[in-house]
């Protein structure tokens, strides 16, 4: 019998990839999604964590008369919304300081994020406001002297378990998701288009998959792919590096985040509280590929830097993570432009061979990434999709509310059957945080002595840990400890104190599923 074709083959499992197939999947199309390294493994992993329209994005788009800008702002400030109300779990509100030295500073600042506000329309999460110098010094006491601050909103998430329960909420619907399995080769017909790919796992076993209509979604890679479909493409990629620090202190105990308005080249950096420690970030460096993901030592010291410069009196800062990731911004049509400057936009490209690419783009915009791709896979199929049918996310309920008043609920519950100790109210919002409405199953099935929690960085359990080499594709100890719990990128000692117990429970799964093959 002929092999069966997917309709839809997606190429790249982070936060387009995994939103293509989310969204397809809603559509009742039969989908594969494929990807080279760990769900969420690249740049998706590696963000600011911030669900933001990007303050500096409409500064320019002012400075320059940009349209193009401004409509950015203003898709993404909507998806803000989007992601606050679909997984309220994963995704909170934040509110971040913007200090200034001067009245006509706040006077500039207010009446820029007061049209932030407005662009918002009817998903606005909060009106900026005024803060005075003494209570800019009550919730930042180590900040240097300002006058002042306006402070505004943002979003704040777990990109990485976002990213992740896209593609189970996808798998769940009857997507095929395989993860460290990387495409190799592209087929086509002969006449010219694509029907399948290749790929090769980790042991180098092989398998073709045939698919009607192909979408790249491999981001910083996205060339790669679109030159293995056809050499004689023109590159459209540019990588630009952003790199972030994890520093041990708390510079933003009351809860605000720091947004550095201008610095030296004229940049912004965010410092903003991030589990119990300061997350600092980022940079926007242009680099190679092979480069994206190590914070350089230059990076570094210019962050560091910073954080001394805005924090004086605070003592020495101990980094206790670094990451970097790579931004996939679609190249300029002029040499020499500053990566910081290029519009976060996308574009959906279809070659002649039938490939579509998704490129470009801001984790934010995610879903209108995926349907502006659905576009183009309708158009390679010749026919029109179904309408989408509801699918909560995973650990979500069918509205907000709901996942709300569930989530309290489930509190109460877990109180009665997590350890009784200093931790409980920080697990609890752990296991919460990461898995919703679904913390409390995961936690009852297991039993009490895989309850108690490993580190008091991030109070992950053994339970856990189970839960993600079985249930959530997890193959190695940083799958784990960096993406399915965060913990290797607040604390990369603490993690690599916990990789062997990792390991173990990895091997044993790696046992189980040996001998179940040998039956």
Known sequence: MAEQPFDLLVIGAGASGASVAYEASRRGLSVALLEGGDISGGTSCRSTKLLHGGV????????????????LVREALLERGHWLQQAPFLAHRLELALPTDNVLGQAYYRLGLGLY????????????????QAKLQQVMPQLRPCSGAVAYSDGQFNDARLNLLLALTAERAGVVLQNHCRV????????GRLCAAVSEDQSGQQRRWA????????????????QMADPAVTPRMLTSRGSHLVVKEQLCPGGLGLLVPSTDDGRV???????????????????????????????????LAYVKRWFPNASPVSVTSRW????????????????????????????PCGLVSVMGGKWTTCRPMALDTLSAVEA????????????????????????????????????EVLPDGQLQDQQIQHLQGNHGLNALSLIASSPASEREPLSDVIPVCLAEVRHAVQHEHA????DVLARRCRLAMVDTDEARRLQPLVDQVLDQADGSTAVAAGD
């Open 56 to 71: 500096r994005y409409l500064e320019l788009a002012f400075k320059t008369l940009d349209l193009a800008q401004l409509k």
């Open 117 to 132: 506000d407005a662009l918002s329309g009817r998903q606005g999460i909060g009106s900026s406001r005024l803060l005075s």
């Open 184 to 191: 190799v080769g592209l087929e086509t017909t002969p006449e």
């Open 211 to 226: 698919a009607r209509v192909i979408v790249n979604a491999t981001g910083i890679h996205a060339d790669d792919i679109r």
């Open 269 to 303: 950096l965010f410092m903003l509280p991030f589990f119990g420690r300061t997350l600092v970030g980022t940079t926007d460096e242009a680099c190679a590929q092979q480069e994206a993901t190590t914070p350089s030592e230059s990076e570094e010291s210019y962050l």
């Open 324 to 351: 970097a990731g790579g931004r996939p911004l679609l190249k300029p049509a002029g040499e020499g432009l500053d990566s910081s400057r290029v519009v976060r936009e996308h574009d959906v490209e279809t070659l």
């Open 380 to 415: 390679q199929l010749g026919r029109p999709l179904p309408a989408p049918r509801a699918l909560p996310l995973q650990g979500a309920a069918s509205d907000h509310a709901g996942t709300v008043a569930g989530l309290e609920e489930q509190r109460q519950q877990l109180k």
């Open 475 to 478: 193959r190695s100890w940083e």
